[in-house]
């Protein structure tokens, strides 16, 4: 299929900012779910609120755009009611870490088989600018204006410390193994965290000395290294890309199922 036979060409022009990297992700996406070899009729994606949640509107599957921070507890009710559909849910840093962070936490600890894709861009972009869970030490932003005093949430830690079983990070300058990651986080059978790191020159760009998108791209591509490389030895400040874990655990809707046999067999 084209790319344009998996979006709503009537939500066209899309409305993010110039430069942003959530059209990148939501094409690396589309090209993951095309290789799966997915129906699109059984594939839902499941949004908060943010610029990232956009990517409902703007895609031709079965859509829930949701409240903020909600995405994952909408996902998993669908999950459970028709647990032979694909579950994708988009969200961005705040989103999934701030009001949302309790549902990705357990349903990192269930492993229900959900894909949750957090677009990583370091602040609240869509509401001005705010800082976010994932705004670095010192960094500023429009609530920041003298540096953040927070200490940033590691995406990839908290996933792996909460019990997914699968856990990756790419950035929006990687896109093949971008595309890659997905294929493998979407076919994979339990909940699959991926965080790409995506650019937000406008909010986050401008007040910390990105001159532009693309200085923004070249970061990422300097300023990451794949796991385990030689240059994660000699610069332990690189950012490791690539996947963490991706292991075969008892799947939530599974077990679930087994519960309810079990009970009616006690009838």
């Not at 949004?47 to 829930?64: A, M, P, V």
């Not at 579950?87 to 990705?104: Q, R, T």
């Not at 920041?144 to 997914?164: C, E, H, M, R, T």
């Not at 910390?208 to 610069?235: C, D, Q």
Request: aromatic share 10%.
């Amino acid at each position: 299929m084209a790319v344009k036979d998996y979006i709503r060409e009537r939500f066209f022009p899309h409305i993010w900012c110039p430069g942003c990297g959530h059209g990148t992700i939501m094409n690396c996406m589309i090209r993951a779910i095309e290789s799966t070899g997915i129906k699109k009729n059984d594939i839902v994606l499941v949004s908060g609120i943010g610029c990232s949640s956009r990517i409902c509107g703007y895609l031709d599957f079965h859509t829930l755009h949701t409240l903020h921070g909600r995405a994952l507890a909408f996902a998993t009710g669908v999950k459970l009611s028709r647990p032979e559909l694909t579950l994708i849910v988009p969200m961005g840093d705040g989103d999934a870490l701030a009001i949302g962070g309790n549902h990705l936490i357990h349903a990192a600890r269930r492993n229900i088989d959900i894909t949750a894709i957090i677009m990583n861009n370091s602040v609240y972009g869509m509401t001005g600018g705010q800082y976010s869970p994932t705004t670095g030490y010192g960094n500023f932003s429009a609530t920041a204006p003298y540096g953040n005093i927070d200490q940033s949430f590691d995406i990839v830690k908290l996933a792996l410390g909460a019990g997914a079983s699968f856990v990756a990070r790419t950035t929006t300058y990687h896109v093949t193994s971008t595309i890659e990651i997905l294929e493998k986080a979407i076919a994979h059978k339990g909940f699959s965290v991926v965080e790409i790191i995506s650019q937000c020159p406008v909010y986050f760009g401008r007040k910390n000395e990105f001159a532009s998108a693309v200085n923004m791209l070249k970061y990422y591509r300097t300023h990451t290294t794949p796991i385990g490389s030689k240059m994660k030895k000699k610069y332990p400040e690189l950012i490791e890309r690539g996947i963490f874990i991706q292991e075969e655990r008892p799947e939530y809707c599974s077990e679930y199922d087994k519960i309810i046999e079990k009970a009616h067999k006690e009838r």
